[in-house]
């Protein structure tokens, strides 16, 4: 005995998968890849700090040469570019004048961010002003930020959901 299944059904399935598709911005159409050297990630997931004006992580980098402080207005959210910063510190001195860059995404989805964020120097030692930071889904997210100075050169990974 076969089945019949309505053109309309179809035709609905092949919409939602396409949907499905487009809002996880699979490397199939986005055309590019983002990536973090997984293998390179910390094990423990941060935990963030609840506080009445910031969201709030911090960890040390892998090798433990900086503490790395992300914090942003609000939690992570989904839509709207992110309003955040990154403090990094060597001991008990801020870094200024690092070269940081950023890369993140969802493991679990295989794909990276959906913008290419920049960080710059702000007024205060040691800290950074991310732009251009979004992310375009709920779920768990990674960010990775790779930071070189002192002749040193570290990456911090932190792990949230959003």
Excluded at 68 to 85: D, H, I, N
Excluded at 99 to 124: E, F, Q, R, V, Y
């Amino acid at each position: 005995m076969r089945l019949k299944i309505p053109l309309a059904l179809k035709v609905l399935f092949i919409i939602t998968a396409i949907q499905l598709l487009l809002a996880c911005e699979s490397d199939l159409f986005s055309g590019h890849k983002h990536s973090v050297e997984e293998s390179k990630a910390p094990s423990n997931e941060v935990v963030p700090k609840k506080t009445n004006k910031l969201w709030e992580v911090s960890q040390l980098t892998k090798t433990e040469a900086f503490s790395v402080k992300l914090s942003c207005l609000k939690p992570p959210y989904v839509g709207e570019f992110q309003a955040c910063r990154l403090l990094v510190k060597q001991g008990d001195q801020h870094v200024s004048e690092a070269a940081i860059s950023i890369d993140g995404g969802m493991k679990l989805h295989g794909h990276g961010l959906p913008t290419s964020p920049k960080l710059s120097g702000t007024d205060i030692a040691g800290q950074y002003k991310i732009q251009g930071l979004k992310f375009s889904m709920p779920g768990e997210w990674i960010l990775g930020f790779r930071i070189s100075a002192n002749q040193l050169t570290d990456q911090v990974i932190f792990k949230f959901s959003i």
